[in-house]
């Protein structure tokens, strides 16, 4: 039984302690090659506030997983203005220098998700002109089929 290498999925419920019920699972194929799925779960005590935490495990071990998620959110930061960029069509010998001119005030406390001002009818006018001749077809018919 091999691991399919999926990345586990992870749940946590929360309760009014700081209990914490943690569940996650991962998928593997069988010896028959049938796709099967495991999950398991356990409760923890993560703490009710940063205090408490850094009470129950030190603050060095709360900062070290603090800076861990802070890289690890920065570096999603950093992939997907790239992604971003490149779907733009931008020139990819200039897109490094401008993803990091664009993220050199990035901070983790403040969410970088871009916000329409757009009518939403605008919005999928724009996109919608960024796809295929074959792809605006089957839109189109969908759509047709949809109002008939």
């Known amino acids: 039984m091999e691991p399919d290498n999926q990345v586990a999925e992870e749940e946590v419920t929360e309760t009014e302690s700081a209990e914490t019920y943690i569940k996650a699972g991962t998928g593997y194929v069988d010896e028959d090659g049938a796709k099967q799925r495991l999950t398991a779960g356990f409760t923890f005590n993560p703490g009710q506030d940063l205090t408490e935490a850094c009470e129950l495990y030190g ?44 993220l050199k005030t990035w901070r983790p406390d403040v969410s970088r998700r871009p916000t329409s001002k757009k009518d939403p009818a605008e919005n999928i006018l724009a996109n919608f002109a960024n796809l ?17």
Request: aromatic content about 4%.
């Open 59 to 102: 603050e060095e071990v709360v900062y070290q997983r603090y800076l861990r998620g802070v890289i690890k959110d920065g570096g999603n930061a950093i992939r997907s203005d790239l992604v971003k960029r490149l779907e733009a069509a931008e020139d990819p010998s200039t897109i490094e220098a401008a993803t990091s001119a664009g």
């Open 132 to 148: 295929s001749p074959e792809k605006q077809q089957e839109i189109i018919a969908e759509l047709m089929e949809k109002a008939g």
